[in-house]
């Protein structure tokens, strides 16, 4: 079993950079792939980015642009999710989930693929 925990998250301005972290407790952390979602009041949850088990390897949702960065620290057991130049549409519950095994194409933004998640951290964004 894996327990997470976000954190980070708040209000930011327009423009400004927000880092969540997602840091766990039970098992080994390195033998798992973490994706990063979120939710928006009355939308689906939305897949953001997605890290394999030593950093090697990421993932991110093309409608990022490339504002947002994942990494990890195993040594620390936590994941990160830099994001810079946020907009008013970021708002959203930011979530972390981890699944014991590497993903790989479509399946990777597949929430139903993830076994383990956090509570979220809420994100707010004002213009």
């Known amino acids: 079993q894996v327990q997470l925990v976000e954190s980070g998250g708040g209000l930011a301005q327009a423009g400004a950079s927000l880092t969540l972290s997602c840091e766990r407790s039970?098992?080994?952390?390195?033998?798992?792939?973490i994706g990063w979602f979120r939710q928006a009041p009355g939308k689906e949850r939305e897949f953001l980015a997605a890290i394999n088990w030593n950093g090697a390897r990421t993932e991110y949702s093309d409608s990022l642009k490339g504002r947002f960065i994942v990494y990890r620290d195993n040594v620390k057991n936590t994941v990160y999710l830099q994001m810079d130049s946020l907009k008013s549409e970021d708002t959203a519950v930011y979530y972390c989930?981890?699944?014991?095994?590497?993903?790989?194409?479509?399946?990777?933004?597949?929430?139903?693929?993830?076994?383990?998640w956090g509570q979220g951290t809420q994100v707010t964004v004002s213009s």
């Open positions: 989930a981890a699944v014991g095994r590497a993903l790989y194409g479509r399946v990777i933004g597949d929430s139903q693929k993830y076994d383990f």
């Open positions: 039970g098992d080994t952390f390195t033998n798992y792939f």
